[in-house]
């Protein structure tokens, strides 16, 4: 078997994919939360 060097291994795919989900994430909570004081508005 090869040897491991820890912190040898090329990341930055999984860095963009995750950055990306982060970003889905985030603006699916602000438009939910938002979307949520629009009801609490409309029905008073």
Do not use: R, Y
């Not at 820890?6 to 979307?35: C, L, P, R």
């Amino acid at each position: 078997m090869a040897e491991h060097k820890h912190g040898s291994m090329d990341i930055t795919t999984q860095e963009k994919t995750f950055d990306g989900f982060m970003s889905f994430a985030m603006k699916t909570v602000i438009g939910i939360m938002v979307f949520l004081v629009l009801l609490a508005m409309i029905n008073g």
